[in-house]
């Protein structure tokens, strides 16, 4: 590598230098004025954001491998700059709103920030890993950021335990991980994954253990049946906006680094592993849809829909000999951002109103705050899949990709699951519009989480109406898996 390489990773180094630089500030500003932390958060972020449009460009003349820097330990190529948008984007949206919720709960506002910085350079540091000692390093550093957001409000008994059990939980997962990746090096003699596929062929029984042992660290990071039982617990426990970042950010840094290390260092053709992430697709699918149907607690219901969620996207996993599969992830992450971070901050709005989680307690919430209620049922259609939505879209794009690659069953139990999914979802929408108000006052929505409501029904509505330029991004992300 020589110094020319390192703008390879300037959105990288400004995420970094931001997170440092918040640090600082946050230090010298007096508790009225915290906010600018936040606000300078969003600015530094956009900077990344439009560095990582950029990047898009200068990558267009390298061909489909992207550019191997570090010894080949990073590969920065489009479908690892398509994340990284995914987790820039997510990070200034889930700041924004969390200007408006820490405040009422602690004095430590701008930590929260900075820690919601520093994960998101963690996912993008996922996103590009190519290489098993980066990777699992990578993973740790937004695991730890990530139990510190989780039990963020010490006064919180729910918060706290959200916060041990989510370390508890990923410190057994990580431990699996790591010892599978050190089985992997001892099967092929390397950690980098592009030369683990030359030796693929001959790494034997000890080398499978070791990618199955892999497979339960990434199942932790995507919520995947059986490794899912944190998810409900720390998603109730957690602040609001840190569910919604959890239930988004990490997931999807955990589904471009599962592809990454699949597709790059175990191609299906060497060891077919499709019917066995078809069999794990279909159990999340069916397990987190029938956990989520007696749920009363709108945190947990979204819990146990996030576990389905990542059964339909392992779908896409699942038809890798489909071009239909190749976009079909991709297409169904972007929806999947808008969709889950709308639902949580509408939830986090209605439960200022009632003070409580409970979904019967939202009754009548059309009422008192129509625009909420309006994003919300546009949320909970997304999520089910009702046209025109984002959500419809991206199950489109998943349900052709699972037909094209004969495995018409899945298709037909993601389609079920669908169906069962519609009653909990629409007894949402029945308890915010059929059932009459508790109480007549108005809630007040405030202005960081109205625009953050704004914009991801926005999204919502944008990907399912009018999806070309979003499909456009798509054919340039999915440049790295051409045998995907």
């Known amino acids: 590598m020589n110094v020319a390489d390192l703008r390879w990773l300037l959105p990288e180094t400004l995420v970094g230098g931001l997170a440092l630089l918040l640090l600082v500030v946050d230090l010298f500003l007096p508790q009225e004025r915290k906010s600018v932390v936040g606000g300078l958060g969003i600015l530094g972020l956009g900077v990344a954001g439009v560095n990582l449009a950029l990047l898009l460009r200068d990558l267009e003349g390298l061909g489909e491998a992207g550019v191997r820097i570090l010894s080949d330990t990073y590969t920065v190529d489009h479908f690892g700059v398509y994340f990284k948008l995914v987790a820039v984007l997510a990070t200034a949206l889930v700041i924004l709103v969390g200007m408006d919720f820490f405040p009422r709960y602690t004095a430590y506002t701008g930590e929260a920030t900075v820690m919601l910085v520093f994960t998101c ?74 030369d683990i596929a030359g030796k693929v062929g001959q790494m034997g029984p000890v080398g499978i253990l070791g990618m199955g042992m892999a497979l339960a660290g990434f199942g932790f990071k995507i919520s995947m049946v059986p490794f899912h039982q944190w998810t409900p617990d720390v998603y109730e426990g957690a602040p609001t906006p ?206 960081g989480t109205g625009w953050a409501l704004a914009l991801t029904a926005l999204g919502t509505l944008a990907l399912g109406v009018v999806p070309q330029p979003f499909v456009t991004l798509i054919q340039s992300a999915q440049r790295l898996l051409a045998g995907f």
Do not use: C
Request: hydrophobic share 55%.
């Open 242 to 447: 840190i569910s919604a970042y959890l239930s988004v950010g990490p997931k999807a840094a955990g589904f471009a680094a599962l592809l990454r290390t699949l597709l790059v260092a175990v191609p299906p053709e060497t060891i077919d592993w499709r019917l066995l992430i078809a069999v794990l697709s279909a159990l999340s699918m069916t397990v987190g849809n029938l956990l989520a149907l007696p749920q009363r607690n709108i945190k947990r219901m979204l819990a146990y829909s996030s576990i389905s969620h990542a059964g339909f996207m392992l779908m896409a996993v699942a038809a890798a000999p489909s071009a239909w599969a190749r976009p079909a992830l991709l297409v169904y992450v972007g929806a999947y951002l808008f969709t889950n971070l709308g639902a949580f901050f509408a939830a986090m709005v209605a439960s200022w109103s009632t003070g409580s989680d409970e979904i019967p307690d939202f009754a009548g919430l059309s009422q008192r705050a129509p625009g909420v209620a309006l994003a919300m049922a546009l949320f909970m259609l997304s999520l089910t899949g009702i046209p025109p939505t984002a959500g419809f879209f991206g199950k489109y794009y998943l349900f052709s990709a699972a037909v094209d690659a004969g495995l018409l069953w899945l298709a037909g139990v993601g389609v079920l699951n669908s169906v069962v999914s519609l009653y909990y979802y629409v007894g949402v929408i029945r308890a915010l519009y059929l059932m009459p108000p508790v109480r007549e006052v108005s809630v007040p929505v405030p202005a």
């Open 121 to 194: 350079l963690g996912l993008m540091l996922m996103a590009s890993s190519s290489e098993l000692i980066t990777l699992l390093l990578s993973i740790e550093f937004v695991s730890l950021t990530s139990y510190l957001l989780a039990g963020y409000l010490k006064g919180s008994p729910k918060s706290n335990e959200a916060g041990v059990k989510y370390f508890l939980y990923g410190a057994a997962t990580t431990g699996i991980m790591a010892y599978g990746f050190s089985l992997l090096y001892g099967a092929t003699g390397t950690t980098v994954l592009h």
